[in-house]
């Protein structure tokens, strides 16, 4: 392939914004992206973090596709947008949405355009663990298979069936109208394929494996007199999934007229089977067996690959599920990972950042302009300011152990009921300090991570960080390499998940005859390594015991 010959579209929609990268199929390198914030979730509509409520409105991720995508084909240029051959598309999951029998989600419809039960569940929505309680006692009283067996054996309020289940059981009117529910990233590729009713949606084998509990070795999904013990509206929602899964080396369509002419690119080009962005990022980082990529970001999604046996599969407990393909095509694909990563250090700068947002409007003689430049750079500068304080100070002198399950636990052992903590305060105890523990906390959440692969024969021999954490904060990563005691390699490139898709994209066009061949083409360079140091691997071997004892007293105290 020449450089300038072709070139794939890589689209990842994370929680916050989506983004769109034009890569040059032979070489990887970019030639036009854009990021855009959801501009309905932007002004916080639709959700209720109290109730843990986060909901998106499918016409956000609407104008985000036009926006981004049309951004970075005006930065190309006509001559590369003509030359696109091919498009993949990653999201964060499980986000599912009720939708009629066209595949439409209901939130589309008048009727239910401003019903949050009608718009996508996000990832992180937990209305659902009261739900999700049910599915695992269920699960291992029913009498048959335990189909969460495959999913780490527990159930987590965050995925597919236990967010259904609670939106049938609380709204009526939704459950009425609902033919089918649909994962984000599979209503993707509808939308652009230009596909209606329920035999044109391609299920995607990321999706549905990791948060449906569809396997293989049950033909499809788990048991209609399973489901039916749960609610019996959910062998309809069943039935209306097929039993089929396709990985995402695979074309769900073709983009259609519609989208190519508002996108401003070439109709009938091969639109890739959806997956999770974490599984994307994973081949974007450049994952293979024994290496764990970190998709470092609001949460983390933590993934390896390894070699399918020959017999029974080994069971692996606490991660969020292995699957067939789910990763790369012809490996097993596990995931795991923690529930809040960056949204920790989101929470403590909203926090300390209280009194400015409120208070500053009361002080007099400002004006306006200038009390908005002060909150501007405030919240540009608390985070870096309290990286470079808490650099200075030494954990051992700190006397503060924290959690980082701010928004449950989703590894090891998924938990949503469990929440955060902190011990060892004192008057001396400031806000570097405090910082300092809860960023500790999120590497002793990586290293549980790590332990329960090992311990379980999953070998991880080495780790990659990409996402926005990995590339914008030393002080975490050189945290996260001491107390993992393993170096951490970081690519180059500030859209690791994109490219991951790009790839996904530049083969389903038959650009590369398989995943690995587009990793090895298009991979980007490791840019920075965080070598452990070794005087900090022993001090903080022992404030991770005191990590996982307080762990143990919180979920004991839980219940």
């Not at 780490?152 to 236990?162: H, I």
């Not at 995402?248 to 401003?264: H, P, T, V, Y």
């Not at 012809?330 to 947002?357: H, T």
């Amino acid at each position: 392939m020449i450089k300038g010959e072709a070139y794939v579209l890589g689209l990842d929609y994370g929680s916050d914004s989506a983004r769109a990268v034009l890569i040059d199929a032979a070489t990887g390198e970019q030639a036009g992206g854009s990021v855009m914030n959801y501009p309905r979730w932007a002004r916080g509509l639709y959700c209720d973090p109290a109730a843990n409520q986060f909901r998106q409105h499918p016409q956000d991720y609407i104008d985000a596709l036009e926006g981004t995508v049309r951004e970075a084909v005006a930065q190309a240029g006509k001559d590369v947008a003509a030359r696109v051959k091919g498009i993949a598309i990653d999201t964060t999951g499980s986000t599912p949405c009720a939708a009629d029998s066209d595949g439409l989600p209901l939130a589309m419809r008048q009727e239910f355009a401003g019903n949050p039960n009608a718009m996508f569940v996000l990832w992180k929505d937990h209305t659902a663990l009261a739900e999700a309680d049910k599915i695992n006692k269920a699960a291992k009283t029913w009498g048959g298979i335990d189909f969460t067996q495959y999913e780490g054996g527990t159930y987590s309020a965050e995925w597919f069936w236990a967010k259904i289940l609670h939106i049938l059981s609380v709204d009526e009117k939704v459950a009425e109208a609902t033919a089918t529910f649909v994962e984000h990233c599979d209503w993707m590729t509808l939308l652009l394929s230009g596909g209606k009713g329920l035999c044109a949606i391609k299920r995607s084998r990321c999706a549905m494996g990791h948060k449906a509990m569809w396997h293989e070795s049950y033909g499809g999904y788990p048991a209609e007199g399973f489901l039916s013990r749960l609610d019996p509206r959910l062998v309809k929602i069943r039935q209306s999934l097929g039993m089929e899964t396709w990985t995402s080396d695979k074309a769900a369509g073709f983009l259609c007229a519609e989208w190519a002419e508002r996108l401003g690119i070439p109709g009938g080009i091969p639109v890739a089977v959806g997956a999770y962005d974490a599984h994307m990022g994973a081949v974007g980082g450049g994952v293979k067996p024994g290496w764990l990529i970190r998709v470092m970001g609001t949460s983390t999604c933590d993934v390896t690959v390894g070699p399918k046996p020959s017999g029974p599969e080994q069971l692996v407990a606490g991660i969020c599920g292995q699957v067939d393909g789910s990763v790369l095509p012809g490996l097993l694909g596990y995931e795991a990972g923690q529930s809040s990563f960056g949204d920790v250090y989101a929470w403590f700068k909203k926090l300390v950042s209280w009194p400015a947002e409120t208070l500053l409007d009361e002080v007099e003689g400002l004006d306006g302009a200038v009390k908005e430049k002060i909150k501007a750079t405030l919240s540009k500068k608390i985070i870096p300011r309290l990286e470079e304080e808490a650099a200075k100070i030494d954990p051992r002198k700190t006397g503060l152990v924290a959690l980082d399950w701010l928004n449950g636990r989703r590894t090891p052992g998924a938990n949503q009921h469990l929440t955060a903590a902190i011990c060892g305060l004192t008057l001396s105890s400031d806000a570097p300090r405090v910082y300092r523990a809860f960023a500790e906390a999120t590497a002793f959440g990586a290293r549980a991570i790590v332990e329960c692969f090992r311990e379980q024969g999953v070998p991880i021999e080495g780790i990659i960080g990409v996402g926005g954490v990995a590339r914008k904060s030393p002080f975490i990563m050189q945290i996260l390499a001491d107390v993992l005691n393993m170096p951490i390699n970081v690519p180059a490139g500030d859209q690791a998940v994109a490219l991951g898709a790009a790839m996904f994209a530049a083969t389903a066009a038959g650009l590369y005859p398989d995943i690995p061949s587009a990793q090895a083409a298009l991979c980007s360079p490791i840019e920075k390594v965080y070598e452990p140091r070794k005087e900090m691997v022993k001090v903080y071997d022992g404030i991770y015991k005191q990590y996982r004892a307080l762990g143990a007293f919180v979920e004991n105290s839980v219940g």
